[in-house]
């Protein structure tokens, strides 16, 4: 199954993060992501004026694995048979990184259980925070341990400021939600972790730096460190260059074919050594380049098309190949969206009294559509077991804002101050996902606010289904 989340990733940034999960009978995961941008008219993102190299350069793909967590009191067993086991079945640094992956995943599916809830007890709280208690000196002993080499402790002592930070981050948001004598516990403990992670894990700023800056810094190493076992490495390489020289090769051929036959022709009749047969060599080989270049065209984009993606991925898992990707990018004609447009612009419409409705009246002028694919296939055998694939990808929306000028305008309204009020001029871009694993398929409709400098909003406009659903989260967002 699959788990789609869609957030703004800054001001100009559209995260969407994919989760599917992999059981246990996959041994081979394809999945298609089809993703049509409509832009209003007002943007003038056409053809001719944007080109597709433009799209990949403000296009992030990042894939990485993440294990299905047990929940706290499992990880908390789990810590404790590693201790007392005296051997190590396990690589020393993969098992405690994955620790914590799985540390972070269990705290927040267990702190977001109980924010859920409307009437949080006080036994709950007490027993939530007493296991994750456990947990974190059940860590620290092992890193104490005699045991440990010196490198040994070096890693522990950066997965402990790890897990420390997670704690502080998962308890900052549980004191924003409750209230009365749970919300003083929290404190306390979020006091107590906080005062550990200062003693020991100590903030040094840089001269012109702030603490909280040189602090975020070294927060984002430190999930770099432990994540890097997951992360799988995506090296990047043109379409199809077999297939590609192959028909150069080909309208080569052809057009030096009609060349020749031209050259045979005309000497056969006026020579080898005459004025006609030098005309015709000349106008033969003007018109073979441009015969060259229609057959390459036609073969590159109309028949072969399907079968030459605009850059191919290779997906490395440390230095051994899982898997590849496809990925095409260019514009398309509305009848090529998979969608009626009634189905996309029902909010523009609705801008329009009852009085106005009409086919040929609607807020929204739809000037271009931009289509981006993606295929991926991975051997799901080769990953750990029980692990879900995490698909991430940031659209950077800033070349599709250059041609919008003010961010609002003054409107005739009166006010008691004498000044006009301003209205904030808002665009809207839809997009139209759908999503594609095995035979089952789902899709949505997503509109992105924009202004002249920033996203405003993300909102879902509607969801589709066709057979069994492939959406988890249907409708939702998840927030990561």
């Known amino acids: 199954m699959l788990i789609d989340a869609i957030k703004q990733h800054g001001k100009k940034q559209i995260e969407v993060k994919q989760k599917i999960r992999i059981t246990d009978k996959t041994k081979k995961l394809k999945y298609r ?44 067993k789990e810590l404790v048979a590693r201790r007392i086991a005296s051997g190590k079945e396990e690589k020393f640094d993969d098992f405690y990184k ?32 007493q296991t994750v208690y456990k947990l974190l ?61 200062a003693s020991r894990f100590p903030v040094e700023s840089i001269e012109g730096e702030s603490k909280e800056s040189a602090f975020l810094m070294r927060w984002s190493f430190l999930k770099k460190f432990v994540q890097s ?15 590609t020289h192959s028909i150069y090769g080909s309208a080569a051929a052809l057009s030096m074919l009609f060349a020749t036959v031209v050259a045979f022709f005309y000497q056969d009749r006026y020579g080898s050594l005459s004025r006609n047969l030098f005309f015709a060599l000349v106008i033969a080989y003007i018109f073979k380049d441009r015969f060259k270049e229609i057959v390459r065209d036609w073969l590159s984009n109309v028949i072969f098309r399907r079968w030459i993606p605009d850059r191919r991925l290779f997906i490395f898992m440390g230095k051994k190949k899982v898997g590849c990707a496809k990925e095409n990018f260019g514009f398309v004609s509305l009848k090529e969206l998979p969608i009626g447009s009634k189905d996309i612009f029902q909010g523009d419409n609705c801008l329009l009294s009852e009085n106005f409705q009409h086919p040929k009246l609607t807020p929204y002028a739809c000037d271009s559509i931009f289509r981006y694919s993606r295929e991926i296939t991975l051997s799901a055998s080769e ?13 950077n929306v800033s070349e599709f804002l250059h041609n919008l000028g003010a961010t609002s305008e003054e ?39 924009v202004n002249a400098k920033a996203v405003r909003r993300i909102t879902i406009v509607k969801s589709f289904e066709n057979g069994m659903s492939v959406l988890e989260n249907r409708g939702k967002f998840i927030y990561t």
């Open 33 to 76: 992501v089809d993703t049509f941008f409509i832009f209003p008219g007002a943007l003038q993102i056409t053809e001719n004026n944007f080109k597709k190299e433009e799209f990949k350069h403000n296009l992030k793909c990042y894939l990485s694995l993440s294990e299905q967590s047990p929940s706290l009191d499992g990880l908390l």
């Open 98 to 129: 994955r620790f914590c992956l799985k540390y972070k995943t269990a705290l927040q599916e267990s702190s977001r259980s109980l924010m859920e809830k409307q009437e949080l007890s006080a036994e709950e709280t007490e027993t939530f925070l």
């Open 137 to 197: 000196d059940e860590f620290r002993n092992i890193k104490f341990s005699q045991e440990n080499s010196e490198r040994e402790v070096r890693l522990l002592d950066k997965l402990d400021e790890y897990l420390t930070v997670v704690t502080a981050f998962c308890l900052r948001d549980l004191n924003e939600v409750c209230i009365g004598e749970l919300r003083n516990k929290i404190l306390s403990f979020w006091q107590e972790v906080e005062k550990y992670r």
């Open 229 to 243: 076992s997951l992360f799988l490495d995506i090296r990047y390489k043109q379409g199809a260059p077999l297939l």
């Open 383 to 395: 990953f750990p077991e029980g692990a879900c694939l995490i698909d991430i990808i940031r659209f």
């Open 411 to 449: 409107l005739p309204f009166f006010c008691e101050n004498g000044k006009s009020p301003k209205g904030e001029k808002l665009y809207n871009i839809y997009l139209f996902r759908s999503f594609c694993i095995g035979e089952k398929s789902d899709s949505e409709v997503i509109k992105v606010t």
